[in-house]
């Protein structure tokens, strides 16, 4: 489910999902006809702008809040024109898993954006390097304990890299990736639970941290 107010805009990102396979249930341009939608339809995936009508300030974020709180196994990709922390924080309500918030001009690879869509349909967490990168500035306090590389391994985990996406990123072999992981999940005292995500769970503290720091 697509809501998002610039029609152009709405009408290529359905192109783009019916062209990959998908199926697009409904298409929305405000945050009252969003929630009743998927109320209605229960969609796998809600796409998302935070500024919609009728104030274009938060309506959206407002919608994807309350449905949050409704249906906590939805998944959402903000998809915004700013980069808003203290909005992310708001919004993940301590709940990364299934959860993305991308900025729009920087999408500039439709490969890597259905990627993106889908790791968070899977569970998963894609945020742009933007925003993490907003967070680690405000977050010393809390990552004080990770060498240099391990916060921009964590920052790529929290966009939604794979360890074979950041071993390329960071021209680094995957098995330096694990270690640096290990030593990460240590640090932050994350512990190997079966019924946990691991990386799921590093970048919840991440964003719990700026939540904090924010408050």
Do not use: C
Not at 50 to 56: K, S
Not at 68 to 89: D, F, G, H
Not at 94 to 109: E, H, I, N, S, T
């Amino acid at each position: 489910m697509i809501a998002e107010d610039q029609v152009l805009l709405r009408d290529g990102l359905v192109r783009l999902l019916t062209g990959a396979g998908h199926a697009v249930v409904a298409q929305v341009g405000d945050g009252r006809r969003l929630v009743a939608e998927v109320s209605d339809r229960r969609p796998d995936l809600v796409i998302a702008d935070v500024r919609m009508p009728p104030t274009y300030t938060d309506e959206g974020a407002a919608a994807v809040l309350f449905l949050r709180e409704r249906y906590p196994e939805l998944a959402v990709v903000i998809l915004s024109q700013v980069v808003e922390p203290s909005l992310v924080a708001a919004l993940t309500g301590g709940r990364v898993r299934a959860f993305g918030y991308l900025l729009k001009d920087r999408v500039l690879d439709t490969r890597v954006f259905l990627d993106q869509l889908a790791t968070v349909v899977d569970g998963g967490t894609a945020i742009d390097p933007v925003v993490v990168e907003n967070y680690v500035q405000h977050s010393r306090d809390r990552l004080h304990g990770l060498t240099g590389r391990e916060v921009e391994v964590l920052g790529l985990v929290a966009s939604g890299r794979s360890n074979t996406g950041i071993a390329a990123e960071l021209v680094i072999s995957r098995r330096t990736v694990d270690a640096h992981l290990r030593s990460i999940f240590t640090k932050l005292g994350i512990e190997s639970d079966p019924e946990d995500n691991q990386r799921v769970l590093a970048a919840l503290d991440w964003l719990a941290s700026r939540g904090r720091v924010a408050g």
